[in-house]
T-cell receptor
Framework: NAGVTQTPKFQVLKTGQSMTLQCAQDMNHEYMSWYRQDPGMGLRLIHYSVGAGITDQGEVPNGYNVSRSTTEDFPLRLLSAAPSQTSVYFC????????????FGPGTRLTVT | TQLLEQSPQFLSIQEGENLTVYCNSSSVFSSLQWYRQEPGEGPVLLVTVVTGGEVKKLKRLTFQFGDARKDSSLHITAAQPGDTGLYLCAGGQGGSEKLVFGKGTKLTVNP
């Protein structure tokens, strides 16, 4: 199993550009989520999904869109990038249950200039 | 807003020393998870504790969940350079999909 994969590994955008961060998992996990990690701020939840066709907002959803058309894929879209979105982005997945033990991808380091 | 406070924020020790890091909250959690993150990689789950007072051991790492399920600690015995990393705690509420993460303790073990 590849686990959770993310592409690209690194990305530089100019303010106002759009892009999609890709995330895929091959563990048949129902739950998937996106976090951003900033120095001194820890991991903050952006959006999450409990199954195909179902998404919900996390702590910091503004400026980001998600969709979940399949169990495997959960892309994160930035419609108009801003310097405040410079961060490291992690996708995670888990089984649904009483305890959501997260499997994280390797991350995407995004810089917006 | 539920918060998890981790302390210390930074810890630099010599190989062979013992250490304890803490994860505290004013809220009750149904489960508490510990992750380790190495530079340039995603966090990796170390352990989950779910019962107040529960103690779990993973080789030289000992994890404890407080009796009231508001706090947790991670103790490392005879630290090694390979233990270097960012240690994150995350709290969960029963049935909720959202985890609350602490900001982490950055541990450096010097040879």
């Amino acid at each position: 199993n590849a686990g959770v994969t993310q592409t690209p590994k690194f990305q530089v955008l100019k303010t106002g550009q759009s892009m999609t961060l890709q995330c895929a998992q091959d563990m048949n996990h129902e739950y998937m989520s996106w976090y951003r990690q900033d120095p001194g701020m820890g991991l903050r939840l952006i959006h999450y999904s409990v199954g195909a066709g179902i998404t919900d907002q996390g702590e910091v959803p503004n400026g980001y869109n998600v969709s979940r058309s399949t169990t495997e894929d959960f892309p994160l879209r930035l419609l108009s990038a801003a310097p405040s979105q410079t961060s490291v982005y992690f996708c995670a997945s888990s089984y649904r249950g009483e305890v959501f033990e997260q499997y994280f991808g390797p991350g995407t380091r995004l810089t917006v200039t | 807003t539920q918060l998890l406070e981790q302390s210390p924020q930074f810890l630099s020790i010599q190989e062979g020393e013992n250490l304890t890091v803490y994860c505290n909250s004013s809220s009750v959690f149904s489960s508490l998870q510990w992750y380790r993150q190495e530079p340039g990689e995603g966090p990796v789950l170390l352990v989950t504790v779910v019962t107040g007072g529960e103690v779990k051991k993973l080789k030289r790492l000992t994890f404890q969940f407080g009796d009231a399920r508001k706090d947790s600690s991670l103790h490392i015995t005879a630290a090694q350079p390979g233990d270097t990393g960012l240690y994150l705690c995350a709290g969960g509420q029963g049935g909720s999909e959202k985890l609350v993460f602490g900001k982490g303790t950055k541990l450096t073990v010097n040879p």
